[in-house]
């Protein structure tokens, strides 16, 4: 679902991520998280046939592996995504972006252009860093 809401003041693309990191559906969650330390992200999206199709997030790794003690290397990408992914327009205020992550209660939004993946942005953008 995406957000369209434009005017003035601060937009998305302002301050956006232009890096989108991916790993395949079948990436085992070490290396995912080993990914995520390494470029020091809090979510990485998960690509299949060219399409992004889910993202990985911080709270996913806790949660759906770390709490349920299953071992990262044996647990696929696929297996605890979240999909489908939400997206907002790059020309969204940023207001409307921080009300879209807090009416879904997420924590990151794929942002695009024409339908198109070009960035993404997280909470981390509000508490500077």
Do not use: C
Not at 26 to 33: I, Q, R, W
Not at 57 to 82: C, I, N, Q
Request: aromatic fraction near 4%; proline fraction near 3%.
């Amino acid at each position: 679902m995406a957000a369209t809401s434009k005017g003035k003041g601060k937009k998305v693309k302002e301050v956006m991520s232009q890096q989108l990191l991916w790993v395949a559906p079948n990436a085992n969650l070490l290396t995912v998280s080993q990914i995520m330390a390494q470029k020091d992200v809090g979510s990485i999206l998960i690509k299949s046939d060219g399409n992004f199709v889910g993202i990985i997030t911080e709270k996913d790794l806790v949660r759906k592996v770390v709490a349920k003690g299953l071992s990262p290397a044996a647990v696929t990408a696929e297996s605890v995504m979240s999909y489908p992914i939400a997206s907002i327009d790059q020309d969204t205020l940023l207001e409307d972006a921080r009300r879209q992550m807090g009416e879904q209660n997420i924590r990151h939004l794929l942002v695009t252009e024409k339908d198109k993946p070009v960035g993404i942005i997280s909470v981390r953008t509000w508490l500077g860093g």
